[in-house]
Nanobody, 119 residues
């Protein structure tokens, strides 16, 4: 089993920054990919960014490219999402998730953390 715990959400003004953290524990990370997703009120959950634990290959949604950066700290078993130039439309609950590299499904999810961007 893999446990994921997010932190770092909050209220910020448009143009500001936040950094989300996702602490992972419970199993080997050598063959997993960590991702961030978000779900705004009344909308479907959407992909934000992902990073492979080994190798560090990253992927981003077009809506956040150039503003958000995903990174990992292997020693701390933690993945980060640095969010800059935040916009009101970035307001959502942000979830950390993980998948094994041999499956396309993210099978492990954190509890989510609220990010609110005021205009």
């Amino acid at each position: 089993q893999l446990q994921l715990v997010e932190s770092g959400g909050g209220l910020v003004q448009a143009g500001g920054s936040l950094r989300l953290s996702c602490a992972a524990s419970g199993r080997s990370f050598s063959s997993i990919e960590l991702g961030w997703f978000r779900q705004a009120q009344g909308k479907e959950r959407e992909f934000v960014a992902s990073i492979r634990w080994v190798g560090g290959r990253t992927n981003y949604a077009d809506s956040v490219k150039g503003r958000f950066t995903i990174s990992r700290d292997n020693a701390k078993n933690t993945v980060y999402l640095q969010m800059n130039s935040l916009k009101p439309e970035d307001t959502a609950v942000y979830f950390c998730a993980a998948r094994a590299m041999w499956t396309s499904e993210y099978g492990y999810w954190g509890q989510g953390t609220q990010v609110t961007v005021s205009s």
